[in-house]
């Protein structure tokens, strides 16, 4: 019996479990109408446009990940532009909160938690990126496993590797816990498969890619932040709440210890591998919370259900906290960096010639919405979507300082190359500068 079936938790009727959802799908709804595309969103949408053969397709090339959300995207491509196809992931954002109300509706305190906390609402909320999908699959596996139907939910699981490499460990708890819980492992095979091939197209994916080399700089600091995943704030993801943090999770599960075991080795697996390759990614640590509530889930009655209840608090505070500096900031109330360079550029502007970005990922958005290239500051390409493989990042290309006057520059952290270009003896000036909630300080210059 799951958590969200155990007397238990059942506290409330579905009638006010139902407004909390209402209210979560409004708020979805305010957040995307507010929010202005980022760099990810934009780098995966130029990408599929640039994928050429068989091979591209089935090795996504230089992004380290699985291919499934680039097919998706191809197939949208065909109807839509990305203005339009990014509200698919404004409905899974609603789906899953349909999802979240048939597993949760009579526990309603857990469901507001999961609903209002950083990672639903905004992680893998509306955001125009695989991770709402990652979500689907994984509310839909564990429905199928209240209904009896494990290996049903097993197949959405490794189909969900196809749309991020992290989703393996989600799949690997799943696997131990079906063992454990005595299914035949021979008809895991099948979708052990597909998933180890997804898993592979997403280590070949990242070969060339400089951001998917390991590195041990700060490595124990690095751990202690992955494994503190439920204090979102980065000054409080220290060593001693990771240690609380997982001796909470031990606790509440310490009725299920096999189940428990499981966790805790792949937690430590998880948070290695991430601090290796990625530094400090509250992004990724989402798959360390949704790890969690399966093993809760899965334990049942068996669950100490209060001390889910208490690790999920931290997460749910920040995301209120986010969602109220979002709304307060949406994105009409700024500046539109691109209306004020055609402004001011006049008829006649060649973004593929008098467009620079620095660094480079800085246009990828603004690029995938208005059907624009670009060049790229950091290695001098015309863009198109960014190859990781052939840039250095913090690289000032020549064709900076040299490009022919006037043309104009969109940068983020925009001093190193503003003194670049001082030195070079090129007279700049500012025409706007605004924030991507998301990306950060965003300013557009004329250089001549």
């Known amino acids: 019996m799951s958590l969200a079936a155990s007397p238990e938790a059942a506290r409330t009727g579905p009638a006010p479990a139902l407004i909390v959802v209402l209210a979560y ?34 090795v996504i090339p230089g992004e380290g990940h699985p291919p ?78 209240r209904e009896g139907r494990p290996l049903a939910g097993t197949w959405l699981l490794a189909l969900a590797c196809g749309l991020h490499f992290f989703s393996g460990f989600l799949f690997a708890f799943w696997l131990l816990a079906q063992l454990r819980r005595g299914m035949d492992w021979r ?6 498969l597909l998933a180890a091939l997804f898993g592979l197209s997403a280590i070949l994916s990242a070969a060339g890619n400089p951001a998917g080399n390991p590195s ?77 509530l399966i093993a809760f889930v899965l334990a049942g009655e068996k669950a100490r259900r209060w001390a889910l209840l208490v690790l999920l608090v931290p997460q749910a505070l920040v995301g209120i906290a986010i969602t109220s500096n979002r709304l307060q900031e949406p994105a009409w109330t700024k500046p539109d960096v691109y209306a004020a360079i055609l402004a ?36 001098g390409e ?28 969109v940068c983020g952290e925009c001093a190193p190359v503003l003194e670049a270009l001082d030195r070079a003896g090129r007279a700049t000036t500012l025409l706007v500068e605004t924030e991507n909630f998301d990306d950060g300080p965003i300013a557009a210059y004329r250089v001549e």
Do not use: C
Not at 357 to 368: E, N, R, S, V, Y
């Open 68 to 145: 499934l959300w680039y097919w998706l995207l191809s197939a949208l491509r065909m109807g839509l532009g990305f203005d339009q196809a990014r509200s698919l992931t404004l409905l899974v954002a609603l789906v899953n909160a349909m999802l979240l109300l048939r597993l949760f509706r009579h526990d309603l305190l857990l469901l507001t938690l999961l609903l209002f906390g950083i990672v639903v609402t905004q992680y893998w909320g509306f955001n125009f990126r695989p991770y709402g999908l990652v979500l689907t699959l994984v509310l839909g596996a564990l429905l199928l496993e």
């Open 216 to 292: 041990t700089e700060n490595f124990a600091a690095e751990i202690g932040y992955a494994l503190a995943w439920p204090l979102t704030w980065p000054p409080l993801r220290t060593w001693p709440l990771a240690i609380a943090s997982l001796a909470l999770i031990a606790v509440g599960l310490w009725r299920e210890k096999l189940l428990l075991v499981f966790l805790l080795a792949l937690t430590l697996a998880f948070s290695l591998g991430t601090s290796v390759l990625y530094g400090q990614s509250a992004w990724h640590s989402a798959f360390m919370m949704v790890m969690t």
């Open 344 to 379: 001011d550029a006049g008829p006649g502007f060649e973004p593929a010639r008098q467009l620079i970005a620095w660094q480079d990922f800085m246009l990828t958005a603004t690029a995938a919405s208005k059907g624009i290239s670009y060049i790229s500051g950091n290695n």
């Open 25 to 58: 799908m409004a708020l979805q709804i305010a957040l995307f109408a507010g929010h202005s595309p980022w760099r990810d969103e934009g780098q995966a949408w130029l990408l599929v446009g640039h994928l050429n053969g068989p091979t591209d397709f089935l």
């Open 382 to 409: 015309v863009l198109g979507p960014i190859d990781w493989r052939h840039r250095e990042e913090g690289r000032i290309a020549p064709v900076v300082l040299t490009n022919p006057a006037p043309y104009w520059l």
């Open 187 to 192: 008809l895991l095979v099948a979708p052990s």
